[in-house]
């Protein structure tokens, strides 16, 4: 398997290599091959800020195959909010015109003294000022990058608030895709790194075996085609999951305290309305005919008539239900303002819940945040606190650190409120379903659904359906939302399917994370084949995605300290019952949940008192060069996202 080309690009001397990424072949590309590297090159005492930290950006096995979901961009690098690793991916074209450029993987390392982009085109790399565009939104950047280099480009970008290290600042894909989680925006502006332009059109992707692709992509169109819930998804994009949830209770309302939403809420968020309200058009990303992204046009404020994209069923439950806000206007704006600036949505929204809920309790005053008065509900200074946060004015630089940090600074009481995993804001929801809550738990970049949580437990079935599902979990309460049995193995099958994935540039919603007939792991061992010539078993494909998983987890021992109880979730919701609705009275178990994760260390062979690796199950997994990194006292204390300050 001819496992492309690594640029590298020391951004302290400006010089840049090219080698083979051959010897990584163990680990199929994408954040697999990234995360090996960050591993090797990246030392414990290094902060998330040094130059020594590497930003790492890959292309995946299947980037450029006109496979549906392949347009999948992966990053990788130490993180700003947990010092553990960093992962995430985002749709668009970038990840195809990065790999017609020649290019498959981008390592940078060290700071420039001054602002700098990368401009790829055709086989050639330069660094190029960003002086014009120093300080300025993602949107006046990609314009600019647009009349530059013309409007076939495509760009990952940082806003103001990673050039001012806003710690969960994100990087933008053409204005409103985003790598969110993690503040892989604060590395890239540590590094006085701008942004990269790809500008690919002569590279071509040769498959392995044409006719075999062929055939497997056309039965992979059947396999959506036939299905009504893809439908719902190419109809309404992600919000097509709004009815559901208002069923199940999926909702947080006012930052959690219940998560059932008033029936005018949820008829206000009814994706009809919605979309025949705000929706201009939809588009795909790179290789997809899913066309999941809407874009809308805001019909208020000092934006009024601009068109943008984004908004999906996150922002209703970021910027709706979290701040019981009931205007779906406010939910986009707020969403365009993050993107615009270049922050995750879902960690701003959980400042902003946790703001409202200690000032409702008297616990944050006014004074504390510029005078600003701040109930629930409260749309214009929730705008004034995104800008803010930005550009670190006022309170915003305290905000801008996270909801771990920032509770610290105000008082021990706000810290019971806020809710992070590892120190990574958590935008998932636990208590009425506890494999989804488990896979965000345990998830190694913290708080994350995309790694691991089934989705589910809360999905229709049909009885073909469930025998399927049975098939491939080999447990019986796959859909049983409140069951704590088996869902150590549930979880357990989507880190490797999530992580194949990833390795792949291919996109969950086309996997049977989303439905349970998609692609699974046998599916992706074909198309490997099919498509670069890898000969691998779907068993032996899992095996490589579970030794992917303990090389986080050692590495998050190493540079973070992480052990069995950054696995757990925080205290209030092992103490406060659900008030209302469909999941009345759930609230975690502690007994229940402990056992599950002890379950769950001995499925994977981790210790089950220090949820770390043991070293004969990194010998097993052929990671025995791991071992002694395993046996030293972690090089940081426990926690490290708080005492980040001892590690600089
Ligand atoms: S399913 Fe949606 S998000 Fe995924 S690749 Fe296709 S268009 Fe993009």
């Known amino acids: 398997m001819d496992m492309g080309t690594i640029l590298r690009v020391n951004l302290t001397t400006g010089k840049m290599t090219r080698e083979s990424a051959d010897r990584y072949e ?56 947990t010092t553990g690793i960093a992962s995430g991916n985002a749709g668009g074209v970038f990840a195809p015109k990065m790999k017609y450029a020649g290019f498959d993987y981008i390592v940078f390392e060290g700071r420039s003294r001054k602002p700098v ?36 480009v495509s760009s990952m970008c940082i806003g103001p608030a990673g050039e001012n290290l806003v710690r969960y600042a994100c990087v933008t894909i053409d204005r409103f895709r985003v790598i969110g989680k993690c503040g892989f925006g604060a590395v890239m502006g540590s590094k006085n790194l701008k942004a990269i332009v ?72 009814d994706p009809d309305n919605i979309v025949g309200t705000y929706r201009v058009h939809q588009s795909s990303c790179g290789g997809c005919f899913v066309g999941c992204q809407n874009h809308h046009r805001m019909l208020s404020g000092d934006n009024a008539g601009k068109v943008v994209g984004g908004a999906p069923f996150n922002s209703v439950l970021n910027f709706g239900t979290k701040l019981d806000v009931t205007n779906y206007g406010f939910c986009v704006e707020a969403t365009w303002l993050c993107n615009d600036l270049g922050m995750d949505m879902d960690a701003v929204a959980e400042i902003l819940g946790w703001l409202m809920e200690c000032y ?71 208590r009425p ?98 498509s670069v010539g890898l ?27 992480f052990t069995r109880e950054d696995d757990m979730p925080k205290e209030r919701l092992f103490k406060e019952k659900v008030p209302s609705g469909p999941a009345k009275g759930a609230v975690l178990d502690y007994d229940k949940w402990n056992a599950m994760l002890d379950h769950y260390y001995e499925i994977h062979g981790w210790d089950t008192e220090t949820g770390t690796p043991t070293p004969e199950t990194l010998h097993s997994l052929g990671l025995d060069n791991l071992i002694p990194d395993l046996m030293q006292p972690a090089q940081v204390p426990g926690h490290a996202f708080i005492h980040e300050d001892l590690v600089k």
């Not at 954040?31 to 290094?46: N, S, T």
């Not at 002086?131 to 939104?137: A, H, P």
């Not at 000969?535 to 300290?561: D, P, Q, W």
Request: aromatic share 10%; glycine share 10%; proline share 3%.
């Open 26 to 81: 163990k680990w199929i590309g994408g954040i697999g091959v990234a995360q090996q590297i960050l591993y090797d090159e990246v030392k414990p005492w290094m902060s998330p800020f040094d130059p020594g930290n590497r930003f790492i950006v890959a292309t995946g096995a299947m980037t450029g195959m006109l496979c549906p979901g392949s347009g999948r961009i992966a990053a990788v690098t130490k993180s700003p909010m």
């Open 117 to 152: 982009y990368l401009y790829l085109r055709n086989g050639e790399a330069k660094l190029l000022s960003a002086d014009e565009i120093s300080g300025k939104t993602v949107g006046e950047s990609v314009d600019w990058f647009e009349e530059k280099h013309g409007r076939q």
């Open 198 to 269: 790809a500008d690919g059109s002569e590279g071509s992707v040769k498959p392995a075996d044409l006719y075999g692709l062929k055939k497997k992509l056309d039965d992979i169109y059947a396999r959506i085609d036939s299905n009504a819930n893809y439908k719902h998804l190419m109809d309404y994009g992600t919000l097509c999951h709004i009815p559901g949830k208002y069923l199940t209770a999926g909702f947080s309302f006012r930052h959690g305290q219940d998560l059932n939403i008033p029936k005018e809420m949820a008829e206000a968020y």
């Open 360 to 430: 409702e309790k008297g616990l944050i005053t006014a004074e504390q945040i510029n005078g600003m008065d701040l109930p629930f509900g409260e749309e214009k200074n929730s705008l004034e606190l995104i800008k803010m946060i930005g550009y670190r004015k006022g309170v915003g630089d305290i905000l801008a650190e996270g909801v771990a940090r920032a509770a610290a600074s105000f008082s021990r009481e706000t810290e019971y409120y806020g809710i992070h995993m590892k120190g990574n804001d958590l935008y998932e929801i636990l």
């Open 433 to 530: 379903l506890i494999g989804y809550g488990f896979g965000a738990a345990v998830s190694t970049r913290g708080g994350s659904h995309v790694l691991g949580s089934p989705v589910c437990e809360s999905s229709k079935f049909n009885e073909a359906e469930r025998e399927m599902a049975f098939r491939k979990f080999k447990v019986k309460t796959f859909n049983d939302p409140l069951a704590y049995d088996g869902k150590a193995e549930i979880v357990t099958y989507y880190e490797s399917l999530t992580r194949a994935c990833s390795s792949m540039g291919l996109c969950i919603f086309v996997s049977d994370w989303q439905q349970i007939h998609m692609l699974d792991h046998q599916d992706l061992a074909d198309l490997l084949k099919y």
């Open 535 to 561: 000969e691998i078993t779907a068993e032996e494909l899992r095996e490589r995605m579970m030794a992917e998983l303990s090389l986080e987890k050692v590495f998050n021992y190493c540079h973070a300290g």
